[in-house]
Structure formats: C-alpha cells, structure tokens
C-alpha cells in the first residue's frame, strides 16, 4: 500500500468531528491539509500546531463561490490537489409532519449542493492534471431509510447518486470514493429542533457509536491505495447497529 505522506488533502466540514479527526490524523502521517468549514474559532485552534502543513480556508460549503476560492487557495499554498473530501454535512432531523421546511432547506443546501459544488470547483483541475481523487460523505442513512430521517436521508442517498455517476463518467482518470459511517462520535444533530425527535431518539448522545478514528481509518485505506486501485464505497458500523 502507498502511504498518503506528502499528498495535498483538502477536507470540508473540518472544524469538528470526523472531518477534525481526519485533518489531525493526516498531518501526523505527513500530508499537507487543507480545512474547510465556517467556524474560524475551531479551524484556527485546530491548525495551530500543524505548522506549514496545513492551511484553514473559511468556508460555507453551501455557497458556490467559497468553494471555488477553497481550491484556488489550496492550489496557491500548495502548488496542487491530490484528494478533496466533500464531508461537511448536518443532520437537524424531524417528522414530516412537523414542518421544519427551512431545516430540510439547509440540509439540500450543505449536504446536496455543498457536494456538488466541491465536484465543480475540483473537476476541472483534476481532469486536466489527469489525476485526483474526490470522496464525499453519505451516511448508512444514504443506504436505508427509517421514520424520522427522511430529509436528511434523502439528501445521503443523493450523495451516493451523484458519486456513483461521477464514479461512471470519470472512471478513467479519477478515483471517486463514497464513505457511509454509521452512528459515529461527533458534533452532529447539535442543531435538532424536532420536539418529536428528542421524544423518539432521547439523548442521541448516548446511543452506541464509533470514535471518529474507525472512519479515518476506512478514509487512509482509500486514499493509500496504489494508482489503479479505486475504492468504490466504504461501509462501516458500530457493533449493534443495523
Ligand atoms: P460534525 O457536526 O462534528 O461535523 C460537521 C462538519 O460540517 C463541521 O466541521 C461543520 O463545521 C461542517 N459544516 C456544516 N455546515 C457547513 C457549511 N455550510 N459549510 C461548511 N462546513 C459546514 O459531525 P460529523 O463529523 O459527524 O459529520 C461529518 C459528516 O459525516 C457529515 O456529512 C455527516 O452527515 C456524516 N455522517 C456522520 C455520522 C455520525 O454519526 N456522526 C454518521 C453518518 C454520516 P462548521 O459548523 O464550522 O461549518
């Protein structure tokens, strides 16, 4: 297996949880990071320590055009891009009958569009390079589906449509990798609003769940792999969860 030592690695949604985890973790094998997200705060404290291997770029994945300046600004630190990893995602669930129009809103917005904006802003560089990688992070919620999630699992199913398409059309020269990770420690469903979610699910953070590490893991499996290996889909759960 290649090491990932030395690669540029840009990672949305890098401010906390698995995409933090994954920009620490790559550093300390020798890649050189780039991390994307909004809180300035969190990317700031996280990047303190890395030195000239990493780079923080604020960003709002659901805009178009802090997508585009992410890559700019990666390629101006760093002279190229190996691996961009569109991560960034919410998850503020609820009932359809509750009506929380403007969370399913923001969930197509970061989880659907901010995917698809990272594609286009990295598309053509990797193309013309002939070379890149491009990961996205769908859930096992993008896999099945259960009441209560049905926005959000809408919006991972989606990602793993829109991977699996690329994968078809840009199999000849780029690798595209598509992550499922069951219940995982993080900061996530922090923005649930739903009364009926917390009466269904209580404290969500007390379900079984992954450390971050398990999915970073799966992630350096991918991008370590030789040129002509491609890892498809990476499927992982705690022990318990189905
Ligand atoms: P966290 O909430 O800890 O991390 C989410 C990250 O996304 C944060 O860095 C957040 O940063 C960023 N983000 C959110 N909105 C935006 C935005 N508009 N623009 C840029 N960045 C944004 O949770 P996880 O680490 O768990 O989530 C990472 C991915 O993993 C998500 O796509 C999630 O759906 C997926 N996932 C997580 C699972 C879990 O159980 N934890 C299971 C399956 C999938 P900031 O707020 O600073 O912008």
Known sequence: ????????????????????????????????VVLAARREDQLKTLTANM?????YVVTDVSKRADLDNLIQQAISKFGHIDVLWNNAGIMPISFFDEGLVEEWDR????NIKGVLYGINAVLPYMLKRGEGHILATSSVGGLK????????????????????????EVAQTIKVTTVFPGATQSELGRDITSPKIKAAFGNLANMPKMNEEAVVNAVIYAISQPGNINVNDIVLRPLGQT
Not at 51 to 55: I, K, M, P, R
Not at 145 to 168: H, N, Q
């Open 107 to 110: 969930m197509i917005d970061i």
């Open 1 to 32: 297996m290649e090491n990932i030592k030395d690669k540029v690695i840009v990672i949305t949604g890098a401010s906390s949880g698995i995409g933090a985890a994954a920009a620490c973790k790559f550093v300390e094998l020798g890649a050189k």
């Open 145 to 168: 589906t259960t009441p209560g999630i049905g926005v959000y699992s809408g919006t991972k199913f989606a990602v793993r449509a829109i991977m699996d398409t690329l994968r078809e």
């Open 51 to 55: 030195g000239d291997n990493a780079l």
